[in-house]
T-cell receptor, first 117, second 115 residues
């Protein structure tokens, strides 16, 4: 079965420091991985995805993620954190697809990122 | 904005009420989804519609009834809900088919409180 795990409920970072939000996955077949961000009282916003190709994926707002097949990880990173990056971050994996079905996503439990000035 | 709108943004209802949540996407997508987001729990996929046909019902109780009249609109009809159904209900859409692996675009959600 497809699944993702985000081992940290909360990550605290000082503004200007690099940040990492961790995600590990378990899939049957090729992994299709996504990161989303949720600001308070808002829906989820797409940040980036890994389908194939380069292991380092660049996304919105200066975020990037590194796909590591041997460690089954897809950690989200940013070289220099901003206070405005404080939000809830979700990792997701594409669920198993049956013919004719839409592409459902399976989400991790989320990691609360707090960036302090 | 993501191109996916949801109304109402907030809803308070009693257990005997009947209400509906509405979702509309302006992106030309062909797949739409309902998710439930409860505190301290992962997002739970409820329903998937592909080209207006329901392709997944994730063991959702019958007090939740989806409707997809066309590829742009998705409803969630609610009746005789329980207090534990209080949550943020998120709608999403995506373009599927022809081998595409596309991201989903989410609406802002409806915050539902069942008294």
């Amino acid at each position: 079965a497809q699944s993702v795990a985000q081992p940290e409920d909360q990550v605290n970072v000082a503004e200007g420091n690099p940040l990492t939000v961790k995600c590990t996955y378990s899939v049957s077949g090729n992994p299709y991985l996504f990161w989303y961000v949720q600001y308070p009282n808002r829906g989820l916003q797409f940040l980036l995805k890994y389908i194939t190709g380069d292991n380092l994926v660049k996304g919105s707002y200066g975020f990037e993620a590194e796909f590591n097949k041997s460690q089954t990880s897809f950690h989200l990173k940013k070289p220099s954190a901003l206070v405005s990056d404080s939000a809830l971050y979700f990792c997701a994996v594409r669920g198993l697809i049956r013919r004719g079905q839409g592409g459902k996503l399976i989400f991790g439990q989320g990691t609360e990122l707090s960036v302090k000035p | 904005e993501t191109g996916v709108t949801q109304t109402p943004r907030h809803l308070v209802m009693g257990m005997t009420n009947k209400k509906s949540l509405k979702c509309e996407q302006h992106l030309g997508h062909n797949a739409m989804y309902w998710y439930k987001q409860s505190a301290k729990k992962p997002l739970e996929l409820m329903f998937v519609y592909n080209f207006k046909e329901q392709t997944e019902n994730n063991s959702v109780p019958s007090r939740f009834s989806p409707e997809c009249p066309n590829s742009s609109h998705l409803f969630l009809h609610l009746h005789t809900l329980q207090p534990e159904d209080s949550a943020l209900y998120l709608c999403a859409s995506s373009r599927q088919g022809q081998g595409r692996i596309n991201e989903q675009f989410f609406g802002p959600g409806t915050r539902l409180t069942v008294l």
